[in-house]
């Protein structure tokens, strides 16, 4: 038997490197430093470079390390390019979140087939791509590894709003997370997801502005907010989760019907 400490419950990330997708605002902003703050060196990922530098400065700042990779993750290239210079600068990368997303914000037969394009590229098609190639560097190096996928409650309840597109690609990274759960288990891989409800970030606020505050229609007439986050985002990356794989656990504050 293994001589685990009592609890088994460390969150300290010290000696991983983790790369954070969507890192320049909302809940990527908020993962991309509680990850530095555990001890872990992190690569913070997106397309607004200004945006990455203030945030890398803040992990500096309180004394973690951190490197920006510009990341346009429509192009498939680019997210090899960014993953190899993650790698090159502080190492294997060991945690993944796949946090850049983009909602469709339109009448599922009224999409311009140029948006359906984009939203499956961003939201399905980069998480997809960011996981093997992180995979496969992973198991060359004989390393474990953790990934964390961002889904949605969107996933698993629609009201028919003008958001089915968002919904179906959720729904897709949840079933994602599952299948290359099973499939990389062997390696020492594990890869979960968290399905958040309504929680306070540039995407929300966007979409407030279009239907109005939605706030008050659930049970505690409030919006989450990113730090409520913080302790299953560790959890999942975190020594003490090594038996937990192929789990998407929802975040929700009770705001949607089961």
């Not at 997809?128 to 996928?149: C, F, H, K, Q």
């Not at 889904?151 to 994602?176: D, P």
Request: glycine share 8%; proline share 4%.
């Amino acid at each position: 038997m293994a001589d685990f400490p009592l609890p088994n419950a460390s969150t300290n990330l010290t000696g991983e490197v983790a790369l954070v997708t969507g890192a320049t605002s909302g809940l990527g902003w908020r993962f991309a430093q509680v990850l530095a703050a555990a001890g872990a060196k992190v690569a913070v990922a997106a397309r607004r470079v200004d945006k990455l530098d203030e945030v890398a400065g803040l992990i500096r700042d309180g004394g973690g390390e951190a490197l920006t990779v510009e990341l346009d993750v429509v192009d498939a290239e680019n997210i090899t390019h960014a993953v190899a210079a993650a790698t090159e600068a502080l190492g294997t990368v060991t945690i993944l979140v796949n946090n850049a997303g983009i909602p469709d914000a339109a009448r599922a037969h009224k999409m311009p087939l140029d948006l359906i394009d984009r939203v499956l590229d961003i939201n399905l098609r980069a998480p997809y791509l960011l996981s093997t190639d992180v995979a496969r560097r992973l198991i060359e190096a004989e390393r474990p590894g953790r990934m964390v996928n961002i889904s949605s409650i969107g996933a698993y309840q629609y009201s028919g709003n003008g958001s089915a597109l968002y919904s179906t690609t959720k729904a897709a990274i949840a079933r994602m997370t599952e299948a290359l759960a099973v499939e990389w288990a062997r390696y020492n891989i594990n890869v979960n997801a968290i399905a958040p409800g309504a929680f306070r970030s540039e995407m929300m606020d966007g979409m407030l502005e279009r239907i109005g505050d939605i706030s008050k229609h659930f049970p505690r007439k409030r919006l989450g907010d990113p730090a409520q986050l913080d302790s299953t985002l560790l959890y999942l990356c975190a020594p003490s989760s090594e038996c937990v794989t192929g789990t998407i656990i929802k975040v929700d504050d009770g705001q949607m019907p089961r």
